[in-house]
């Protein structure tokens, strides 16, 4: 298992920040999938993503500093996705950071550096779609 973390700089304020964070627009944020169906549960936004030839359930809970997901069940080629999007203030703005640990289930040598690299570009990716959906950020 491997962990990746990304962040930004963004010049507004955490409320501002945190009405532009949904579970549909991290995942299209992302870039790899595209939100196919969403479903509103007692625990949770569970947000079905689908790519290239899979389906992939993504459970998001909200927290008090942004979101929280992980990928429900075993599917696709992943052991483990678990991925924190956290909203801090920081001096004129806030700070967006991305933390995501990933595992995949395949027997390749090397497999979760190859994903952790994937994840560090989705992130990269995450976050400047995310900051540029801010109002003055």
């Given amino acids: 298992m491997r962990e990746v973390e990304r962040s930004r700089f963004v010049m507004a304020r955490p409320p501002a920040v945190h009405r532009t964070l949904s579970p549909e627009a991290v995942v299209a944020a992302e870039g790899t999938f595209t939100v196919s169906a969403v479903e509103e549960t007692?625990?949770?936004?569970?947000?079905?993503?689908?790519?290239?030839?899979?389906?992939?359930?993504?459970?998001?809970?909200?927290?008090?500093?942004?979101?929280?997901?992980?990928?429900?069940?075993?599917?696709?080629?992943?052991?483990?996705?678990?991925?924190?999007?956290?909203?801090?203030?920081?001096?004129?703005?806030?700070r967006l950071t991305m933390r995501s640990t990933v595992s995949l289930n395949l027997p390749l040598p090397f497999a979760d550096r190859i994903a952790a690299w994937k994840r560090g570009n989705e992130l990269e990716r995450a976050l400047d779609e995310l900051a540029a959906d801010v109002p003055g950020g």
Avoid: I, K, Q
């Fill in 42 to 94: 007692d625990t949770g936004t569970v947000v079905t993503a689908a790519g290239p030839g899979m389906s992939v359930p993504l459970r998001f809970e909200s927290r008090d500093d942004g979101l929280r997901y992980t990928v429900e069940g075993e599917v696709g080629p992943f052991d483990h996705l678990e991925t924190e999007l956290t909203v801090t203030p920081e001096e004129n703005g806030s």
